[in-house]
Structure formats: structure tokens, C-alpha cells
């Protein structure tokens, strides 16, 4: 898999002035819950990066916010996961996705935005600002047949694009001056004269699913690629990056506002470890940015292989019928969606058990593209601007909160301020914008963020209301992030009951429901006269 390279340094205020390096790599797609199953989540895992690195998540779906924590047992590969998963549906949050009754159809992507229904597919999404993405691996949450438990279900068949770029070579570079308004992007004072343009290559891996013992191939999937004839300068916010026209533009919203054309279709892609470049991913034609400041955006819709089995190689799990006929007036006559060509295929030898024998397949036989399952648009811009991120997830008492970057992008070292009231034991360095900590109390919690980077650009959300920062923990039994009256009035009725480690009414940790609970949830409360219940 390729890796982002040569990230382009921020436009500067000068052409003598140094800056630091961002860009933006936003992923927001449409998933078809395929599980045969009611889904009660989404597990979105990238590898190679750290929670300072999201810069927002997409969450107008049937789980809002998400919640992202890191693993960094291994050091020289940190992963970050971003779980969707509403154990306390409110509001539009339902905590699940049906089973879909019809076949969903890329043109009903606005059913996969639209949490008032739901109808069997979601929307989700998160933006990346690190050129370290080594692999992204989706999956649906399912409850186990056995326990009840919500555990991780099957690999999903979309995949996420990386980019290779290559920055420009000036002649004279840009004149870029600081905006005086808060929120928006830098003003350009004088444009770059420019010898050789900055490109990018989009590269769509084959979808990380799991490749069965013995072979070397996982589940195969076809792709069609959509890219836009042409680009703008203009950066796309997260939730924008939909197949929808919500802009009432007559173009997708994806499209940034330019004109879209299929680049590639169909590709078949499967995830081996053969060594097979050909199946393991698909590089785009390169895309002109001029002096870097252009947006790069493009569309992959996935479908399933439906093949038959003497199309697989029993040996190795390749999928051999690997074109596909497009042209419905073709001389020969094949259905649209069926294969070309004759191909050889080992499979097991009916007439010697054990053996194997190669038999030669018709693949204009058999339709091998199925049904739709999702579609990823991706952006790529290689300067980020100045931002904030969206939303900020809930946190626990006395568990450490993920270092999330809430400003990003633009040119560090920041200048940060708060208003309001931060959850207490949490702080935002002023320099990097990361937020962390460990919360030490239960409650509600509001305050907005302004920031100034080093080129004088400014960001803040104080006007539109900034965050709401949420905190569960012992205390707060009805999870509704304050200890009161109701809280205590429950620990009263569940006195004498077994209680396990995690149960919020068990305070002082003996596993049993009593006076001494009570009394602890009393000197945590969060509400005035909340301690009037008698006791």
C-alpha cells in the first residue's frame, strides 16, 4: 500500500517565512449493513497513527458521536479506533441498523444519511491529518449468539483512499496574508507563478478483510471509480462529502461543484499476501493541483463479487473472472454485469480425491458483479486550513480521556483560549491545541474554543455555541451525566443487591448495594439539595 509523501509545506506569509506541515485526508462513506443481522455499531480501526491526528468525525447516523481511544502496544504501530455505538439511544440515536428489505441502490444513498429512518444503511466518516495511515479496517458491531454481548462482526467490503503527492515547483511562490475575520481561509495577496504543478495520485487499497488459513486471498469485491474533471480551491467540511445534492447545485456534494466522470469500472480488488499488486489496489491518474491549494476529490462504489465457486481458485482463493462486460451493445451478445473471456481455474479433481486439475471457465457465463455495498468519498487537500473539530465525545470519572487535537491544520504553534468551564482534569495546550486529561467529576460541561496560528489566522466556534462536554461515572446510575435526588432515590431501591465492579451504584467497590453507597453518591452530587432523599 503507498503511503502520502513530500507533504507540501503551508502556503506562508512570506516567501522567505518557514511553516509547518498539514494536510487533510477526509473519508466519509455509505455502509450496507450486509451482516444478515441487526447491526448495533460500527468499528472504524487505522493503523499507524494516534488520536491527535483525527480531526473530526461524521456523526449524523444512528449512533451519534463516536468514541475513539488508541492502542499503542506497539509503539511503531499505534492504532486509533473510532466506535460507533449508542448503549444510550436519545433522540434520533436509535443504537442499531435494520437488516435492509430491498436492495440498496447507490442513487438511495440518502437513505444511509438520514437517521430518521432506517432502513439498512449508515453514513460515517472521519477526517486524518498524518501522512502515517498505513491500513483502514472496517467493521460492523453484532451481538453474539451466545453471550448477548455487542462483539465485532464482519469485515466490511469498502476501502479508504491514500494519496501520493508530489508538491510543486515554483517559480515565484504565493503571497498569502491572514484573513481578519475568524473562520475563514487565508487571503491571497499575490498568486504563485508556478514551473511544475503539485500532483496527487489516489490510490484505493483492496478492503482489509480477513484471508482464510490455507489461502491467499480474502473475499474478493469490485470497485468504480468517479472523479471530478476538475477542481477548486474550496475545502470540503466532513459532513459535505455525500453522494446527495443537498447544496441544490445538480451535483452530488462530493463533487465540490465540478463535473464527474467514471475514471474506472469495473476493477475487481482482493486483499492477498501473493504479492498480487494488480488485485491488492488501484492507483488513479494523476490529479493537477497548481500550487497545492486545489481540492482533490473522487467516489469509489463497491459491489459484490457473486461469481461462482469454479471461478475461485480452490487452491489459493483468487478470483480469476476478473472483467466485466459494460457495453450492452456489444457483438457477442454477453448481459451486462457478466465476465469476459475464458480463464483457467484449479479446482479439486472429482475423479482423484486430494488432487487438483485446472478446468477452463466461461466467465461471459455467469453475472459476477452483485449488489451494492457502500461507497467511500474521499478528499485530499495539502493544506489544511485553520479548524476546529465538530464534536468532542463523552468521558468517565477517573479514565483517561484521548488526546484529541481540537484545533488543527493551518501553521503550529497555535495560540489557544478557552470560555467557559472545561470537564475538571482536563486542559487544552495552548501551543498544540490537544485536549487531555483524566475526568474527576460527573457533570455538564460547556465552553468554546478560539485559536490563532502562527500566519495570524483565526478560528472559533464562541458564536455558534462551541462544545458540550459530557461526564459519566460512580454516582450517576441513570447516565444522565449528573448525581441527584434520582440517582439516590435508585441506590435506595437496589439496597442488598449484588452489584459488579463496573455498576455506577457501586461506589465503594464491595460489590453490594448499601448505606455506604449511598452516602458516597451524596457527597458527589452535582445538583443542589440533591441529598434531601431520605437515606
Keep these: 500500500m503507498k503511503k502520502l509523501f513530500a507533504l507540501l509545506p503551508l502556503l506562508v506569509l512570506s516567501p522567505t517565512a518557514q511553516s509547518s506541515t498539514a494536510y487533510g485526508a477526509l473519508s466519509n462513506f455509505d455502509a450496507v449493513n450486509d451482516t444478515g443481522q441487526i447491526a448495533y455499531g460500527f468499528e472504524i480501526e487505522i493503523d499507524g497513527i494516534r488520536s491527535t491526528a483525527i480531526g473530526g468525525t461524521y456523526s449524523w447516523n444512528h449512533y451519534g458521536v463516536p468514541k475513539i481511544h488508541e492502542d499503542n502496544s506497539n509503539p511503531a504501530n499505534p492504532k486509533v479506533f473510532i466506535r460507533y455505538e449508542a448503549t444510550s439511544p436519545s433522540g434520533f440515536t436509535t443504537g442499531f441498523t435494520n437488516v435492509p428489505t430491498v436492495a440498496i441502490a447507490p442513487t438511495g444513498g440518502h437513505l444511509c444519511t438520514n437517521p430518521y429512518v432506517n432502513e439498512g444503511c449508515e453514513h460515517f466518516g472521519v477526517g486524518v491529518y498524518s501522512a502515517g495511515a498505513t491500513a483502514y479496517k472496517y467493521n460492523w458491531l453484532v451481538k453474539d449468539a451466545t453471550t448477548g454481548n455487542v462483539v465485532l462482526g464482519p469485515a466490511v467490503n469498502v476501502g479508504a483512499p491514500v494519496y501520493a503527492y508530489q508538491p510543486p515547483v515554483f517559480a515565484q511562490p504565493p503571497v498569502i496574508i491572514p484573513n481578519p475575520k475568524p473562520n475563514l481561509p487565508p487571503i491571497v495577496q499575490k498568486p504563485a507563478v508556478v514551473n511544475f504543478p503539485a500532483q496527487v495520485v489516489a490510490v484505493i487499497p483492496a478492503p482489509v478483510v480477513p ?20 477542481h477548486n480551491d474550496r ?3 466532513l459532513e459535505e462529502l455525500v453522494g446527495e445534492d443537498k447544496d441544490g447545485d445538480h451535483h ?35 490529479d493537477d493541483m497548481d500550487d497545492g491549494r486545489k481540492i482533490v476529490t473522487r467516489r469509489y462504489e463497491f459491489y459484490e463479487y457473486v461469481g461462482p465457486a469454479e471461478t475461485i481458485d480452490v487452491e489459493n482463493g483468487e478470483a480469476m473472472c476478473d472483467a466485466v462486460q459494460t457495453d450492452p451493445k456489444n457483438p457477442d451478445h454477453i448481459p451486462v454485469g457478466n465476465g469476459i473471456g475464458t480463464v483457467g481455474v484449479t479446482q479439486n479433481d472429482p475423479n482423484n480425491l486430494g488432487e487438483t486439475t485446472k478446468i477452463y471457465v466461461d466467465c461471459s457465463q455467469y453475472q459476477i458483479v452483485g449488489a451494492y455495498r457502500g461507497a467511500q468519498m474521499g478528499e485530499f487537500n495539502a493544506i489544511a486550513p485553520l479548524s476546529l473539530i465538530n464534536d468532542i465525545q463523552s ?48 457533570g455538564i460541561f460547556n465552553f468554546a474554543v478560539d485559536s490563532t496560528d502562527a500566519d495570524l489566522s483565526m478560528v472559533s466556534n464562541f458564536g455558534t455555541g462551541g462544545y458540550t462536554f459530557k461526564v459519566t461515572g460512580p454516582g450517576d446510575v441513570d447516565g444522565d451525566f449528573d448525581i441527584d435526588s434520582a440517582d439516590l432515590a435508585v441506590i435506595k431501591a437496589k439496597y442488598g443487591q449484588n452489584a459488579l465492579r463496573t455498576d455506577p451504584a457501586n461506589l465503594n467497590g464491595d460489590l453490594k448495594i448499601n448505606l455506604l453507597d449511598y452516602r458516597k453518591a451524596a457527597s458527589l452530587c452535582t445538583k443542589p439539595r440533591c441529598a434531601l432523599v431520605t437515606p
Excluded: C, H, M
Design 235 to 237: 475545502v470540503l467540511a
Design 211 to 230: 484471508i482464510p488459513p490455507a489461502k491467499q486471498f480474502g473475499e474478493p469485491s469490485w470497485v468504480k471509480v468517479i472523479k471530478t474533471k476538475t
Design 395 to 442: 468521558g468517565n470519572v477517573r479514565q483517561a480521556f484521548p488526546q484529541r487535537a481540537v484545533v488543527f491544520g493551518g501553521n503550529t504553534p497555535y495560540e489557544t483560549t478557552v470560555t467557559g468551564k472545561l470537564p475538571n482534569g482536563l486542559s487544552i495546550d495552548s501551543a498544540t491545541g490537544v485536549l487531555s486529561g483524566v475526568p474527576t467529576k460527573v
Design 252 to 286: 452530488p456534494d462530493w463533487t465540490n461543484g465540478e463535473p464527474d466522470e467514471v475514471e474506472s469500472e469495473w476493477y475487481l480488488l482482493q486483499k492477498n499476501n501473493k504479492n498480487n499488486g494488480k488485485k491488492d489496489e488501484l492507483a488513479g491518474k494523476a
